[in-house]
């Protein structure tokens, strides 16, 4: 089971940083993705670390702004968010899929709960 959190409000040019933790399993074998998705919008993808740690996407709309690590230790994975926007106002969600990433969010088996990010301006 998959959890996001680390949402609040924030100013912004402010920074969050998101978690996605999984209880009852490892998340070594797991490429994660951080999606979001804004009232009124369709989810997008946000971007996503595989097994081995590569980052394998990212969306012109967080480079230099985001950035993904993850800690197979700590059985999670992180979103490090700078620079924020009011547009990146959403709900986060982390998913899970083996080994690699997708672009295509259908093919990710496990999704968390999300969290909500709000970005004031």
């Known amino acids: 089971q998959l959890q996001a959190s680390g949402g609040g409000l924030v100013q912004a040019g402010g920074s969050l940083r998101l978690s996605c933790e999984a209880s009852?399993?490892?998340?070594?074998?797991?490429?994660i993705g951080w999606f979001r998705q804004a009232p009124g919008k369709e989810r997008e993808g946000v971007s996503c670390i595989s097994m081995r740690g590569n980052t394998a996407y990212s969306p012109n709309f967080v480079k230099g702004r985001f950035t993904i690590s993850r800690d197979n230790a700590k059985n999670t994975v992180y979103l490090q968010m700078n620079r924020l926007k009011p547009e990146d106002t959403a709900v986060y969600y982390c998913?899970?899929?083996?080994?690699?990433?997708?672009?295509?969010?259908?093919?990710?088996?496990?999704w968390g709960r999300g969290t909500l990010v709000t970005v004031s301006s």
């Open positions: 009852g399993g490892t998340l070594d074998y797991y490429a």
């Open positions: 998913a899970a899929r083996n080994y690699y990433c997708s672009t295509v969010q259908r093919d990710y088996n496990y």
